[in-house]
T-cell receptor
Framework: DAKTTQPPSMDCAEGRAANLPCNHS???????VYWYRQIHSQGPQYIIH???NNETNEMASLIITEDRKSSTLILPHATLRDTAVYYC????????????FGTGTRLKVLA | DTGVSQDPRHKITKRGQNVTFRCDPI?????LYWYRQTLGQGPEFLTY????????KSRLLSDRFSAERPKGSFSTLEIQRTEQGDSAMYLC????????????FGPGTRLLVL
């Protein structure tokens, strides 16, 4: 099963863009990349997902490299409420399609 | 609120006791997952249901753990003879079968075994 690698922590100034990288070099050709975030003591919250093309929704943008080996989650104007652990996830490629979580990136947005 | 709900939100128990957690998925979702999360780690898969059928169990799920999803609706996760190592957040997620399915998580049940 594919795995993801993320930096353990990042800081971002409030109002600036937060760019969170993820490496998923072993992802299979037809698997999506999912991003979630988890605020302390809560369940993971869905943010966005993508396959090949860049995606944007009301929460964030997702940029996926052409070779699909990495992606970047962009929070365009980070606020203090965006402080959380961000997970880049791929699914298992067979059976249950369970999510395979890494340890995530702890993003701290600074006032 | 039409999201995934879990009950209880917190549970403190003594070692050796049995505990049971409940998950109510989003109503039309046919897939239900249980994950466990320990401090500082990402969630780890425990087990999965498609409708009422339990289709996969992780090696993390020892024989003290059992999960059910009668009638393909809510699910329960029971831990018998709890151990201190069972202390964790237990998360439930549900999804609808499709190629780009998205799992929606509940708030979790935090278990502390004394």
């Amino acid at each position: 099963d594919a795995k993801t690698t993320q930096p353990p922590s990042m800081d971002c100034a409030e109002g600036r863009a937060a760019n969170l990288p993820c490496n998923h070099s072993t992802i299979s050709g037809n698997e999506y990349v999912y991003w979630y975030r988890q605020i302390h003591s809560q369940g993971p919250q869905y943010i966005i997902h993508g396959l090949k093309n860049n995606e944007t929704n009301e929460m964030a943008s997702l940029i996926i490299t052409e070779d699909r080996k990495s992606s970047t989650l962009i929070l365009p104007h980070a606020t203090l409420r965006d402080t959380a652990v961000y997970y880049c996830i791929v699914r298992a490629t067979s059976g249950t399609y369970k999510y395979i979580f890494g340890t995530g990136t702890r993003l701290k947005v600074l006032a | 609120d039409t999201g995934v709900s879990q009950d209880p939100r917190h549970k403190i128990t003594k070692r050796g006791q049995n505990v049971t957690f409940r998950c109510d998925p989003i109503s039309e979702h046919n897939r239900l997952y249980w994950y466990r999360q320990t401090l500082g780690q990402g969630p780890e898969f425990l087990t999965y249901f498609q409708n009422e059928a339990q289709l996969e169990k992780s090696r993390l799920l020892s024989d003290r753990f059992s999960a059910e999803r009668p009638k393909g609706s809510f699910s329960t996760l029971e831990i018998q003879r709890t151990e201190q190592g069972d202390s964790a957040m237990y998360l439930c997620a549900s999804s609808l079968t499709r190629r780009q399915e998205t799992q929606y998580f509940g708030p979790g049940t935090r278990l502390l075994v004394l």
